[in-house]
């Protein structure tokens, strides 16, 4: 079977390649044996399109050793599995990125992504595989995350050679067979191959590293962007019976003179008060609090809210105002005890008049009032790492569950999502 | 009057200039989310579109009606007040002794007058709330004041995102349960080729009325087989702020799901198109597990290629392939005998033959083990010689790697 003509690809080369690495990776087996081999002599070494169906050089599958090859199949099913060309071009879009210079970039930054965690534990890092190191940056980090920070110079001159396909930044390549040629994946059939690889690493959560495990939570939940959640819950809250613009009997339409013995509501607004309560405790950064608030500021302005409506209460035992206390990043949490937002609310709910929306910005690590406060309540929830707070007194501390009463979302750094 | 016709003639250039630029042709084009919106709506479900504005929701609808030969009518929700749906009330002599009824609007009398149409429903977020609950009043219950809108009458809901939205509209999720979910987004391709001149016509699914007993069976076989071995998703309330408003998994998406299966299945529109439609009945996660279970039930069945080994035909896709293998040693696990075992050789020598040699190391391997001392070795197993010779060379592979890396080759799993 082995060794054709002359420069012909060494199918059984690459397929023990592939083997090996789905032996090491079994939970990426599926997606592995989903890629369609297409042999082509125009790519540099392999790669993959928006298809599945990963081009290969014989050059390249001859002088490369076999467990090489394995690592250089784990990569480019990567690019696949974590929809590098669908980010990419979505990356593209929103940065206004154009040009083949801005697409070996993404095809940089997504190697970055890949790179940084899917080698070692029975596979070798190809030779030549570009690192997040390479390039002076820190590793852990997603594809756009990366795309911001470097731009194209003397680290990625040697790099210049590097191309995963249009499958890894979304740009299409000559040897490419496109949408029509045979064995393509369809977008369903690549969800499904997609859906069965993080089922796998799901239901086996010990094998898999982070990286995986990571995109396996995402996979089919991308994160959404926190200030379009924020801002569609305070709206939502804002816009409810009883505050914002809504149909009211109290007064007579303007179209009732027309229609005699019709009695017509009229289109009352009312702009809502929102109480903005702020969790000073010190655990909350600085730049996070800043910019949450302005969030919340500018939404209640765009659904009618008026400035001198927006009132801002700093949670702390003391009435103090928010600038000092937000100077406190990177500060530990300080005592067991904290902050306690009950005061919080029962000073939001005493002003007058009383606030439709309660807007809380905290980071969880607090007491909630026993009973549901009336008004509607938005929680915006500064996710921490997993570091459980410490009660000397208490080793069994924990924070109260948010109540079911208020609606939450979590604020988090700038997910790029996939 | 010579005065005015410089005027006059200006106009008429114009209208010269508009009606060349109105002269468009159009192309035919599958459009899986026009195929969607088409077969929800012959399935009689209340459907909403959710898309940013201005991307060609109403270009849609119009095309639709005229491919189902109903009578469109728009209702703009937002410029309409509460009353206009739930009727207006018009106070009579004695309305302690008559009651005050409800008027409808004239668009919904002649509505039903006519029987049957398709009411399009556009702009429902940006409505105030005391709208959208008349107008969810008129989608779930077809009911317009006194007025009882006739089955021959078909209702669309558009809305846009709630990121879009300028209220923050949203479902609750009782609400959005009801709903066939399709996100409307646009094509470039075909917005840039419809602007130079040719726009897509849409070949709509035709229902076959020869497939429909098998469609209801697939259709039922497939959620029924499903939800037997996966009973938490029966009924699983949507949690978290990502996901509010959209659709979930109950008992009534379910039957809807069913009806949409099979309306798709009498249709033969592809699994995009599919898709679509489950994953706005019952959500994303939901949808996803049923369609690749979905996807098991179309590969062979392990007991008819143990049956008949010589004609095995192998599902091309790797991944698929391997699948089919492995179900076959499981099949010859579950009751070992030799024939059988002998017939799952033959198998993978087939697989050997027509595909790429790797898939067939693990269950060959498999299907090694599970020999009894008493069963020969067949001949077939000669042929596989290359498959163990791929496995040697993958295990030398492993060892280098190790020596490598400095991790001992034994700590593979």
Known sequence: ?418 | MPMDMPAVSQLDVAGDLLALLGETTTEPRPDNQLEALTLAVAADLPVLLWGEPGIGKTAALTQLAASLDLPLTTVIASVHEPSDFSGLPVVGDDPAEQGVPMAPPDWAVRLVRAGRGLLFLDELSTAPPAVQAALLRLVLERRIGALQLPPGVRIVAAANPRSSAADGWELSPPLANRFVHLQWTHDHDVVVRGLGGTWPRATLPRLDAQELPAAVDFARRAVCGFLTTRPPLVHRLPSGETRRGGAWPSPRSWDMTLRLIAFATAAGSSREVLSMLVRGTVGDGPALELLAALDRMELPDPEALLADPAGADLPERGDQRQAVLDGIVAAVNRRPEKSRWDAAWTIMVRALETGAPDLVVVPATSLAALRREEWDVPAAIERLAGVVDLSRRADRAAERTAVRTGVPAGARP
Not at chain 1, 49 to 63: A, E, H, L, N, Q
Not at chain 1, 335 to 354: E, M, N, V
Request: overall charge neutral; hydrophobic content about 40%.
């Open chain 1, 1 to 418: 079977m082995s060794a054709g003509a002359p420069g012909a690809l060494d199918l059984d080369k690459l397929y023990t390649a592939r083997l090996h690495a789905a032996r090491v990776r079994p939970y990426l087996a599926t997606a592995l044996f989903a890629l369609h081999t297409v042999e082509s002599r125009q790519v540099p070494t392999m790669a993959v399109d928006r298809y599945w169906r990963v081009y290969v050089s014989p050059g390249f599958v001859d002088r490369t050793p076999v467990e090489e090859l394995a690592g250089v199949w784990v990569h480019e099913v990567s690019h696949l599995l974590r929809d590098h060309h669908g980010r990419g071009d979505r990356a593209a879009r929103l940065q206004g990125l154009e040009g083949p210079g801005a697409r070996l970039r993404m095809n940089i930054a997504a190697d970055c992504e890949i790179n940084d965690d899917v080698f070692g534990d029975g596979l070798v890092r190809p030779a030549g595989a570009v690192t997040p190191q390479h390039l002076g940056l820190s590793g852990g980090e997603l594809m756009e995350d990366y795309l911001r920070q470097f731009g194209l110079g003397p680290r990625t001159q040697g790099l210049v050679w590097l191309d995963c396909g249009s499958g890894a930044d979304g740009m299409d390549r000559e040897w490419d067979l496109g949408p029509d040629g045979a064995h393509g994946l369809s977008e369903q059939e690549q969800d499904a191959v997609r859906f069965r690889v993080a089922q796998g690493i799901n239901g086996r959560p010990g094998n898999a590293p982070k990286g995986w495990k990571r995109w396996a939570e995402e996979a089919f939940h991308p994160p959404q962007p926190w200030r379009e959640l924020l801002g569609a819950a305070v709206r939502s809250a804002a816009s409810g019976a009883g505050a914002g613009e809504d149909y009211s009997y109290g007064r007579p339409s303007r179209r009732s003179a027309g229609l005699p013995g019709i009695v017509l509501p009229s289109l009352r607004r009312r702009p809502p008060r929102v109480s903005v309560v702020i969790d000073t405790s010190g655990s909350v950064s600085d730049a996070e609090l800043g910019s949450a608030l302005l969030e919340v500021a500018a939404i209640a302005q765009a659904v009618g809210g008026r400035r001198d409506l927006v009132t801002v209460v700093p949670c702390d035992a003391a009435a103090r105002i928010v600038h000092p206390l937000c100077q406190g990043e990177g500060i530990a949490l300080l005592g067991g005890g904290g902050t306690d937002l009950r005061a919080g609310f029962a000073k939001a709910l005493r002003s007058g008049p009383r606030p439709d929306v309660i807007v809380v910005l905290t980071d969880g690590q607090t007491a909630w009032p026993a009973v549901r406060p009336p008004c509607r309540v938005v929680v915006g929830r500064f996710s921490r790492p997993k570091v459980p707070r410490w009660d000397e007194d208490d080793p069994y501390y924990r924070p109260d569950p948010t109540p079911p009463w208020a609606r939450v979302v979590e604020i988090g750094s700038a997910t790029a999502g996939r």
